[in-house]
């Protein structure tokens, strides 16, 4: 699978990431899907309910109504994403033990690296996906 981000919602996210420091930033993503392309429509960005700087949690209320908004709009959640403060884009110990669904990606922002990289969650484990930014 390949997620593709159009530049405004890649900066979208990003600002929001930044913005949030050092407290990690959350969000989700909604689109459409075509064959093995996740095509990001709209970024959703969330309260992080915790306010911690190593874990995140989505607002359920939140999260419910972005829920509801995607079906309205005929899109589907695609996704979630999130920002390490202070560590690489890589699925921490905590990001493992808190994903809930599978076949889901997972955006990960690096602050201090600049750098953003996905994930789909198989249940178990994460597996690395390509992202395009177009």
């Known amino acids: 699978m390949v997620l593709v981000l159009g530049r405004q919602e890649r ?4 600002d929001h990431c930044i913005a949030s420091s050092p407290v ?3 969000g989700i993503l909604v689109g459409v899907i075509q064959g093995r392309i996740r095509l990001v429509r709209r970024v959703f960005k969330t309260r992080n309910v915790l306010g911690s700087s190593s874990a995140y949690q989505i ?6 109504q972005i829920f509801l908004q995607a ?3 005929a899109m589907e959640v695609l ?3 999130h920002s390490h403060p202070f560590w690489e884009a890589k699925p921490s110990g905590v990001d493992v033990s808190s994903a ?9 922002y690096s602050v201090p690296n600049d750098e953003l990289r996905s994930y789909i969650w198989k249940g178990d484990r994460f597996v690395s996906e390509s992202v395009r930014i177009v």
């Open 11 to 14: 900066q979208e996210l990003v």
């Open 79 to 81: 996704g979630f994403y």
């Open 71 to 73: 079906e309205r709009d």
């Open 24 to 26: 990690e930033a959350c």
């Open 59 to 64: 607002d359920a209320e939140e999260q419910f």
């Open 100 to 108: 809930h669904y599978p076949g889901c990606s997972y955006l990960i």
